[in-house]
């Protein structure tokens, strides 16, 4: 009798406990449930930030419906120089921060590129086309760009500096990929006075007449690229998209440019990622 009364209390004390028990349980599911979803939504916030720069104060970014395009010919193969900080400019230029998100590009040819074409980023009308002077004298003979694009009233402008020569003037209207000087290393007055390069800087509300003024852009997406670093290559103008082809022989076909294995398979080619 006695074990049967203890079989009986048992029983009845799990009948008992048993909800809690569940509930506990509901409640352990629930955080873990809480803790995966919080930790993929950090990981999707790091990827977003890993490809987007934070901005400084005083900085603005590029509106996305604004469309630019890398300041050199299709095709061209680009090499950035040097980026985005105070640091990267000091030589030459200020430590204003509406310089702050400018970026220095060379062509990876001969010589840097030099005396090769750069051409527009967007469309717009120039504001200042030559030699600078005064405080302005270290960026040599640059195009100063006006752009047509207006976000809620503001109003956004390219510097293309140290050209070796210049191919429009003052006021002339432009359009996106046409050239408006050559890269050079021009500076004080003189060319050849730096290493070959395009020192390339976009503003907001910067002054119209003359340049200066105006608030940093973070330049990006340039084309089809984001976050601009020192010692990034990439060719003006790329699309990443497959490529599709009319028709394909029996047999795979290897294009002159596939040095890393791209094979045209059904009509498309894939390339690989870096």
Request: net charge positive.
């Amino acid at each position: 009798m006695l074990r049967r009364a203890t079989v009986i209390l048992l029983a009845s004390i799990a009948l008992i406990a048993a909800p809690e028990w569940g509930s506990a349980r509901h409640r352990l599911s629930q955080s873990s449930s809480h803790r995966a979803k919080g930790s993929r939504a950090k990981a999707k916030r790091a990827k977003v930030q890993a490809g987007s720069p934070k901005l400084v104060v005083g900085a603005v970014a590029k509106p996305q419906g604004f469309k630019i395009r890398a300041p050199f010919p299709c095709g061209v193969s680009v090499r950035v120089n040097a980026s985005y900080g105070f640091h990267a400019h000091k030589r030459v230029h200020t430590n204003a921060t509406n310089d702050y998100y400018a970026v220095d590009f060379t062509r990876n040819e001969p010589g840097n590129g030099f005396d090769r074409s750069v051409v527009a980023v967007a469309p717009g009308v120039v504001r200042q086309a030559g030699w600078m002077r005064g405080g302005w004298a270290p960026y040599g003979q640059v195009v100063y760009i006006e752009h047509a694009y207006r976000d809620g009233g503001h109003r956004y402008q390219t510097l293309y500096a140290h050209l070796h020569r210049v191919k429009v003037s003052k006021g002339q209207k432009v359009r996106a990929g046409q050239p408006i000087g050559t890269l050079g290393g021009s500076s004080m007055g003189g060319r050849g006075r730096l290493g070959f390069h395009l020192h390339f800087a976009m503003y907001q509300d910067a002054n119209r007449a003359v340049l200066g003024g105006g608030r940093a852009v973070l330049p990006e997406p340039m084309g089809n690229y984001r976050n601009l670093r020192a010692g990034m290559e990439f060719v003006s103008c790329a699309r990443p998209e497959p490529v599709r082809v009319a028709a394909l022989p029996d047999e795979p076909i290897r294009l002159p440019f596939d040095d890393r294995g791209l094979l045209a398979v059904g009509g498309l080619l894939e390339p690989l990622a870096d």
